[in-house]
């Protein structure tokens, strides 16, 4: 059974930073496409990044290019996102995806988590 859980939500003042972590487990992560997705309050789900299985190619949304930044530990089966200068509109409940077929374009993906909350305070 595939579980992702994400962990490293919070609140946090504009400006700031955070890291969420994503523990994949029941799965073999190294073949993994993985990428971080939001959801804000009242609009749709919305890619933030995606990185590859293994070369390290990583692909951003414009409106986090430069401040967010995806990284994976396939040795310890761990997807990372690292969040700088947060702004108000980061506030979303962030949620961990695996697809094994696709690219770094990918609009579907196979497994979900349930998401981590994170909250900007302006």
């Known amino acids: 059974q595939v579980q992702l859980v994400e962990s490293g939500g919070g609140l946090v003042q504009a400006g700031g930073s955070l890291t969420l972590s994503c523990a994949a487990s029941?799965?073999?992560?190294?073949?993994?496409?993985m990428g971080w997705w939001r959801r804000a309050p009242g609009k749709e789900r919305e890619f933030v990044a995606a990185i590859n299985r293994s070369d390290g190619r990583t692909r951003y949304a414009n409106s986090v290019e430069g401040r967010f930044t995806i990284s994976r530990d396939n040795a310890k089966n761990t997807l990372y996102l690292q969040m700088n200068s947060l702004k108000s509109e980061d506030t979303a409940l962030y949620y961990c995806?695996?697809?094994?077929?696709?690219?770094?374009?990918?609009?579907?993906?196979?497994?979900w988590g349930q998401g981590t909350q994170v909250t900007v305070l302006s």
């Open positions: 029941g799965l073999t992560f190294r073949w993994f496409l």
């Open positions: 995806a695996a697809e094994r077929l696709g690219g770094l374009g990918s609009q579907k993906y196979d497994y």
